[in-house]
């Protein structure tokens, strides 16, 4: 069973950056594919980014250019460096590992974190 534990949210101004984390427990996180979603209050959890287990990345085209994903192997990490922050990127940010590839449906993920807020001020 892979656990999943992210961290690094947190209140920031508009324009400004935040680096999430998501680090895994378990043996088989080379082999999975990570992604991050995002879900704002009253809203339907939406995609933000994934990468491959070979390093494919793939982003939501209102994050493109803003965001990047990337992961750590060696250290069972994926992180999510948000740059030029909207007040719209506010929403409790999850990280999900799949093995079924690069997925932007969040219902093809089989293991979840319990989330991290993101609070953007204008």
């Known amino acids: 069973q892979v656990q999943l534990v992210e961290s690094g949210g947190g209140l920031v101004q508009a324009g400004g950056s935040l680096r999430l984390s998501c680090a895994a427990s378990?043996?088989?996180?080379?082999?999975?594919?990570m992604g991050w979603f995002r879900q704002a209050p009253g809203k339907e959890r939406e995609f933000v980014a994934t990468?491959?287990?070979?390093?494919?990345?793939y982003y939501a085209d209102s994050m493109k250019g803003r965001f990047t994903i990337s992961r750590d192997n060696a250290k069972n990490t994926v992180y999510l460096q948000m740059n030029s922050l909207k007040p719209d990127d506010t929403a409790v940010y999850f990280c999900?590992?799949?093995?079924?590839?690069?997925?932007?449906?969040?219902?093809?993920?089989?293991?979840w974190g319990q989330g991290t807020q993101v609070t953007v001020s204008s």
């Open positions: 990468i491959s287990w070979s390093g494919m990345t």
């Open positions: 378990g043996r088989t996180f080379s082999t999975l594919s």
């Open positions: 999900g590992g799949t093995r079924n590839g690069a997925v932007t449906d969040s219902r093809s993920y089989d293991h």
